[in-house]
C-alpha cells in the first residue's frame, strides 16, 4: 500500500516533482516517505523472518539505506524548496502514523486511497 501510494504526482519527495501548495494526501498522510517506509518494512520483515545471515545484512542494508535516505531527502527538499516545503513538514510526518499521533492530521486520514490498497 506504501509502494504503490507512493508513486503519485502529489509526492513531494519524489525527484522532479515540482514545487507545490497542495496539502498532503493518501498515503502521504500516513508518511511523507511512503516508498522508502515500504522498503524498510520489507526490510524488517525478511530480516525477522529469515535464518539466513547473508539475507539479513541485506535486508537490514537496504532498511537502513532507504531510512537514512529519506532523512537526506528532507534536507535537499528543505533548501530546493524553502517555505513550500516547512509548510508540508508541517502537516506530514518522517515517521508513520506521526502526524496523527501528533495532531497534524486527522485519524481518518489513514485510509490511503482505493488505488493503493487494490494495488
Keep these: 500500500i506504501l509502494f504503490v501510494g507512493s508513486v503519485t504526482p502529489a509526492n513531494k519527495a519524489l525527484a522532479g516533482v515540482p514545487a507545490s501548495d497542495r496539502p498532503a494526501s493518501g498515503v502521504l498522510r ?9 522498503f524498510a518494512l520489507w526490510a524488517m520483515v525478511h530480516a525477522t523472518l529469515s535464518g539466513s545471515l547473508p539475507t539479513v545484512i541485506l535486508a537490514m542494508g537496504i532498511g537502513a539505506l532507504a531510512l537514512f535516505g529519506a532523512a ?3 534536507g535537499k527538499k528543505r533548501r530546493l524548496m524553502g517555505t513550500r516545503w516547512a509548510r508540508y513538514e508541517a502537516e506530514t510526518s518522517f515517521w508513520p502514523l506521526g502526524a496523527q499521533i501528533a495532531g497534524r492530521q486527522p485519524w481518518g486520514s489513514l485510509w490511503p486511497g482505493l488505488w493503493p490498497v487494490a494495488g
Excluded: A, Y
Design 72 to 74: 537526506h531527502q528532507d
Design 30 to 38: 500516513i508518511t511523507r516517505h511512503p516508498m522508502m517506509w515500504s
